[in-house]
């Protein structure tokens, strides 16, 4: 299974077997070894990644990003050119 590009797709009964056996106590890389599955699929399979769950738990959004602004961006972006504008004109008449 291993030297081919792309991802791999594992059946399911081989998926709960590799869980059932690490369950008994069988370490990942001994697991990685026998079926040649990368550690990493087996510890995203195990629950032993705690950014798979992260990513389970909230999927990441479609799509590309809105180019929208929300109303907090923007007001940020207005307070930086007025404190830029207030630090130019401190500057001009001497204070600073």
Do not use: D
């Not at 690490?22 to 699929?41: D, E, F, M, P, T």
């Not at 950014?51 to 799509?63: A, F, N, Q, T, W």
């Not at 109303?71 to 500057?91: A, S, W």
């Amino acid at each position: 299974m291993s030297g081919r590009k792309g991802m791999m797709h594992y059946s399911r009964e081989l998926k709960e077997q590799v869980i059932q056996e690490n369950k008994r106590g069988a370490s990942v890389v001994a697991l990685s070894k026998q079926y040649g599955i990368s550690r990493y699929a087996i510890q995203s399979w195990c629950g032993l990644r705690p950014e798979v769950e992260m990513r389970h738990s909230s999927p990441l959004p479609k799509g590309r990003p809105s180019k929208n602004r929300t109303g907090t961006e923007q007001e940020v972006k207005r307070l930086r050119m007025e404190n830029e504008l207030l630090r130019n004109f401190l500057y001009a008449i001497g204070r600073k």
